[in-house]
């Protein structure tokens, strides 16, 4: 031990300095990792981008070779890329035709820009009785449950089962300053709900429209575009038939498509439906058997819910795990409201003309 003050303070001073040796030491060490680390990343950038330059150098040359065996086999080369055209726009085409019409209405238009964003659209009848039975299943959330036979709304293409009713007539349906609201119980509300519903259809003056305003639906299913033929290795052909009607939010949609799936089969228990809001397209993945949509070879090719769900129909998917469509709408991040969209789409409209 030191025997003095001043041998301490050179001890002192000897153990401060070997302590800042050693950080220096370790400092150094670090950046020594770090450069290593980066090293490397670069040494990985360089190599996938070395790997992508001879990828896409054997994409042209395949090019390359196919135009020469098309030129040898005297086959119009501008034709057949017009023909590709031609398919791309069909895609597209069948991805906006959400009621599978064989038509685009500036509603699907407007949805097909809008992406996610929610928007509605107002359907006016001209007599009380149109055939829409409505329900609350949930506290505020009124749809149609039925609609009768030859009646009005039957004959109404754009209104369907599942519809959103967010008004009638301008009004949003808020039964909470109706007497004796607090006391309800939850069952007893929606239940009011519909009763007050009924109650302002039958007090809408006999000339006037009768103005249902409804939440415009992210997807539409029919008779004509419902089913997914899915052929599962070891298994077989399954048909995935979805219920016709509106479904106003992807969740609603992947919920029924998931247990649809996971039923067609014993090996697909553990079958995953996912609905990518960034990417805005659909995918299916087994995590078990390797499956195909079988699009163009299925039993059910004329009903194919492939393009409602972002998926080119030209052709059968590739046996896999995992199958993802293309996004089935363009969001123009504009932010504006269901009115301003309208205005867009008719310029558009216009401008094409």
């Known amino acids: 031990m030191p025997n003095s003050s001043e041998e301490f303070d050179a001890e002192e001073a000897k153990l401060v300095a070997q302590r800042e040796k050693k950080k220096k030491e370790l400092a150094k060490f ?32 395949k090019e390359r070779v196919k135009t020469l065996k098309m030129q040898r086999q005297g086959k119009d080369i501008l034709d057949i890329n017009n023909q590709v055209d031609t398919l791309m726009a069909f895609e597209s085409f069948s991805v906006m035709d959400v009621d599978s ?80 609201y607090d006391s309800w119980n939850e069952a007893k509300k929606r239940e009011e709900t519909v009763r007050y519903l009924i109650h302002v259809i039958k007090d809408n003056p006999k000339e006037d429209p009768y103005k249902y305003t409804f939440l415009e639906p ?33 969740e609603d949609v992947l919920l029924v498509m998931q247990t649809l799936c996971r039923q067609a089969s014993p090996k697909m228990g553990k079958f995953k439906v996912a609905y990518d809001r960034d990417e805005m397209s659909w995918s299916f993945e087994s995590n ?51 009115a301003q969209l309208n205005i867009v789409v008719n310029d558009l409209v216009k401008e094409g003309k």
Do not use: W
């Open 30 to 61: 670090k950046a020594g990792i770090e450069n290593k680390e980066k090293h490397s990343a670069k040494i990985a950038k360089l190599k996938k981008e070395g790997e992508d330059a001879l990828a896409a150098k054997k994409e042209h040359e």
């Open 288 to 338: 078990g058997p390797d499956f195909k949509f079988a699009f163009k070879s299925g039993p059910n090719k004329n009903s194919t819910a492939g393009p409602v769900l972002g998926f080119s129909t030209q052709a059968d998917t590739e046996f896999d795990d995992e199958q993802i469509g293309r996004p089935r709408c363009m969001d123009l991040g504009m932010m504006i409201s269901p």
């Open 101 to 180: 019409s064989g038509s685009i209405s500036l509603r699907e238009l407007e949805r097909y820009l809008g992406g996610e964003a929610p928007y509605d659209f107002v359907e006016r009848f001209y007599e009380e009785d149109t055939g829409m039975v409505f329900s609350c299943k949930q506290l505020g959330d009124v749809r149609i449950e039925k609609i009768e036979s030859k009646s009005p709304a039957d004959c109404t293409d754009s209104v369907t089962v599942g519809l959103k009713l967010l008004a009638f007539n301008g009004d949003p349906l808020d039964i909470s300053q109706l007497k004796g």
């Open 218 to 250: 992210k997807y539409i299913f029919s008779e004509y575009n419902n089913i997914l033929d899915m052929d599962v290795e070891k298994v077989g052909m399954k048909a995935i038939i979805i219920p016709p009607g509106s479904y106003n939010n992807h």
